[in-house]
């Protein structure tokens, strides 16, 4: 009687499991089909002049950044149209407010792609560092919080990403890695409050 009653429990566990699993996966599609949507609304309507790819890329970043950033296809045919870029970027934002971030990260990563060169580039880089953090993904984390000094080296979000670096890589043992990295922003940035933080950090 009592392994019956014990193989019905773990029937009934099963089931349960199996029910969470299908509703994990309905929640992940249901995200996905939100950004094609999104993204869908984003490219219809387009009769703007994307005929200058080159052009668009050298008005959008006094940087050389996206040579070495994404290929030329999603570069050049969406690079300049703010009002999109805008949409895009406020949409990815607003997942970090509602904590979504899961779906922030793919937001923020979407936009990368399809925008490399956009005015908002830069911030959504260290967003996309911020969110991977928040997720506990200390590597995704490092490796977006890098590229912001790599791919858009004059922007202002440089010195917090290189202290978030200095951080990751304390974490994950790194330590001599980390002061390096924390002296690398006080000597380059030592008016920023990144800086100041740096400094209080090597002090200890």
């Known amino acids: 009687m009592q392994l019956q009653q014990m193989q019905d429990e773990i029937t009934q566990l099963r089931g349960m499991l199996e029910e969470q699993q299908n509703q994990i996966q309905q929640l992940k599609r249901e995200g996905l ?4 949507e999104l993204d869908r609304r984003l490219s219809t309507p387009m009769p703007s002049s994307g005929q200058a790819p080159s052009g668009a890329i050298d008005a959008n970043g006094a940087s050389q950044a996206p040579i070495s950033h994404q290929p030329q296809q999603a570069a050049g045919a969406l690079a300049s149209d703010p009002a999109k870029e805008k949409i895009y970027y406020e949409a990815a934002f607003d997942l970090i407010k509602a904590k979504d971030f ?14 490399p060169n956009s005015q908002y580039a830069g911030n ?9 953090l928040a997720k506990g993904d200390l590597q995704g984390a490092g490796q977006a ?5 790599q791919v858009y080296p004059n922007h202002p979000k440089v010195p917090d990403s290189l202290y ?9 043992g790194n330590a001599e890695k980390a002061k390096g990295i924390l002296r690398q922003v006080v000597a ?11 400094q209080r950090q090597l002090g200890h």
């Open 164 to 172: 978030k670096l200095a951080d990751i890589e304390q974490r994950l």
């Open 188 to 198: 380059q940035y030592p008016n920023t409050s990144a800086a100041q933080l740096a």
């Open 145 to 149: 919080f890098a590229k912001v000094s």
């Open 102 to 115: 899961d779906k922030a990260s793919q937001a923020f990563g979407a936009f990368l792609n399809k925008y």
């Open 33 to 36: 089909e939100r950004y094609q």
């Open 124 to 132: 959504a880089q260290y967003w996309l560092g911020e969110v991977n």
